[in-house]
């Protein structure tokens, strides 16, 4: 049984994207990410400065454009325009749940899709469902891809149970997963009999946003478990949507929360943004 650690996986995609930036600066393009922040949420705070840390960590400039919380639709998106248009900005972070006022599908069409680092837009992906290398999967469907090859995984004909459906994590990675030879099967928080579902996959990857969910009747040994959720439990402690504690006993890998595959995401982030600047060179 092996307990995967994210930062073990972070340092690895880090390491080869360190070596892409050097390159472009050497060739005189230095990669940079902008983070598009609207007020002063304390988590998304926190995700920016993570992402900040990690950017330096792999030689990416990092600028950040704080917009007031009351900021209308009109003066947001030309805003955003101007950064988007911005030829030494190469990937673009934009900082969400945003405030109520504004809307985000006009974003979605703005964004140049070379910059959408964190694939906002439909082009990016269409890119991944029709198995597009140059478009950008989300960073968290991506991070769990990353973690799986960092394990060293054969998907071919490896049976692959999805719980969860959103264009952020679910959809997307299953197309990922297609696009490795993996047999995938999408279940979700209305599925039938979904203990029995999951206990069918070789790989099974929670993210349906359900605290501990994932009991221990929906596992067997030899199986591989990646964590995607990020919830607080009834004791206000973070958690995932898998029963960490009844689960790890009996399965052969899996990834804990805290410090699993959320501490990969910045790390594609990252890579995003060097793909972003050999594009755009």
């Known amino acids: 049984m092996s307990i995967i650690k994210g930062a073990q996986v972070a340092e690895a995609v880090s390491a080869e994207t360190k070596k892409r930036a050097e390159k472009l600066k050497a060739e005189g393009t230095e990669p940079c990410l902008a983070i598009i922040r609207v007020g002063e949420d304390g988590s998304e705070i926190a995700y920016e400065r993570g992402a900040v840390k990690r950017m330096d960590k792999c030689g990416i400039k990092c600028m950040s454009v704080v917009l007031d919380k009351n900021i209308g639709q009109a003066e947001f998106e030309k805003k955003f325009v101007e950064v988007n248009d911005d030829k030494n900005v190469h990937g ?101 009999q979904l203990a029995e579902e999951a206990k069918q996959a070789d790989i099974l990857v929670a993210a349906v946003g359900v605290p501990k969910m994932v009991k221990a009747d929906f596992v067997k040994e030899g199986m591989t478990v990646i964590d995607v ?35 990969v995401t910045t790390s594609v982030l990252a890579k995003h943004v060097v793909m972003a600047a050999e594009m755009l060179k």
């Open 229 to 263: 959720g990020i919830n607080v439990d009834e004791n206000g402690n973070m958690c995932g949507d898998v029963d960490f504690e009844n689960v790890e006993p009996i399965v052969e890998n899996i990834t804990p929360v805290p410090g699993g595959v959320g501490a």
């Open 92 to 192: 673009i972070l934009l900082l969400q749940p945003l405030p109520k006022q504004l809307d985000i599908e006009p974003i979605k069409e703005l964004i140049n899709p070379i910059k959408d680092v964190d694939a906002l837009s439909a082009v990016n992906l269409y890119k991944v469902f029709v198995g597009d290398k140059t478009g950008y999967a989300p960073c968290t469907a991506e991070a769990v891809m990353e973690t799986l090859d960092y394990m060293g995984t054969d998907y071919t004909g490896k049976k692959c149970v999805v719980i969860g459906r959103s264009l952020v994590v679910g959809k997307p990675l299953g197309m990922l997963l297609l696009g490795r030879n993996a047999t995938v099967t999408y279940c979700h928080s209305r599925t039938k």
